[in-house]
């Protein structure tokens, strides 16, 4: 007879436990936080506040900035990258201009005299821009044919009229208008100390950390008023718009509703109440949308954060002919989650995952950098995390469910419909829930 084991039960979640950090504010304005974590490499990362910086001329920043120095070549730049084993890159995005790299850990010296001849001295050398130029208009006539970034932009206008967070992608003619004068003058204006963040995670002590930044950047100096960003318009719920797509077999669907950051006391609540939604595998809107209907591949709900405003959206792809029966069901399930109680134990599923992913974070040196980088834009920081762990772990069935009928209504909604807008409708009756 083959013996019959019996399967183990689950372990409850270890508190999680940050490594030991410190913040300090230099005289120039930078503030520094740093980590200490062993491993080979220093993760290093630097955000500078972008918010409202023009569009094409960000994205070119972001491209070029290690392109030169006053005082290194490209070719130097990337051979002294090379020595120290390290690397960095840029980035912009609607918030932030950031900068991420790594070395030998070591060379922490080194880096940190690179990271600063960058910010300090960089020139934005004519050839590497006309060839980043050529090559990011390119990309921009490309994606604005992608379904993906369309119904992302016309949800952003749709929420963020005359506001930077409303603002479409560069167009490619845009692009190719940008010289290194427009660059130069925007590093001029905008990537200064004060407001900016650099995030050391090493096997280096913290305050030792800080005083290699602090040697290294102390010469990072600029003066004049902060450019502050205009507030984020309130959220207005009403029925989804239709963008008209001619032909298009397939519609993209994202539904969007206020949320709220993670100093809120109520984030924990609604955290798990978007898990229960739609925010993992064995969230609701996967069951009904994939695993009942098969209307669509990939349904899922997100919080999504920027520096001035929170939004929890729910997004999927769906057939065209399958659009409207997609969309009923996603709002019985939004009505269901905002009116019936959530049971425990669907709370507990919830609260085992994000316990166990917000752990997985703290597993590497990049992790811990990246997510120091986060909390901070949202001002938080490591304690904050330590503490939210606790929050999860102790929020209630009752408080999970008074989150969902407070923030994931029907009537919360506000969204937009990528599609074929006759074939959506043909057939079907109209509702007040699209227009």
Known sequence: MTAVSEVPGIEPCAPLTPPSW?????PNGLRVIAAQRATSLLEVRLRVPFT??????????AATMLSGTSGRARGDLQMALH??????????????????????????????????????????????????????????????NQPGLV???????????????????????????VDRVDLTQLHRERIRPAGA????????????????AHAALDRWQHTGPVP??????????????????????????????????????????????????????????VENLRERNGFAYTPGSMLMHRRLTTLLVVSFEVATQLTKAALEETYRELDRISTDPIQGAEVDRARRYTLGRQGLALTSAAGVADLITELDDQGADLCWFAEHGERLAGVSATEVSRAAARFLAPSKTSGVVLCDKEMVHKGHSRTGRIR
Not at 228 to 256: K, N, T, W, Y
């Open 22 to 26: 410190t913040r300090e504010v230099l």
């Open 52 to 61: 409202g910086a023009p569009g094409a001329a960000a994205v070119l920043v």
């Open 83 to 144: 020595e120290i084993g390290g690397q960095l890159h840029a980035s912009a995005d609607a918030d932030n201009l950031l900068i991420r790299g790594s070395a030998l850990t070591e060379h922490a010296e080194r880096l940190l005299g690179i990271l600063a001849d960058v910010v300090i001295r960089a020139v934005y050398p004519a050839d590497a821009v006309t060839v980043a130029r050529a090559r990011i208009a390119h990309a921009m006539r490309v994606s604005k």
């Open 151 to 177: 119904v992302h932009e016309e949800l952003n206008r749709r929420l963020y009229p005359e506001h930077p967070y409303g603002a479409a992608s560069p167009e490619a003619a845009q692009v190719l208008a």
């Open 197 to 212: 963040t650099l995030v050391l995670v090493g096997d280096l002590r913290p305050d030792v950390a800080v005083r290699l």
């Open 228 to 285: 502050e960003a205009p507030p984020a318009p309130s959220f207005v719920p009403g029925p989804a718009d239709i963008v008209h797509r001619p032909d298009a077999v397939q519609s993209s669907v994202r539904l969007a509703m206020a949320g709220i950051g993670p100093l809120d006391p109520r984030f924990a609540a609604l955290q798990l109440a978007n898990l229960v939604l739609g925010g993992y595998f064995s969230a609701r809107l």
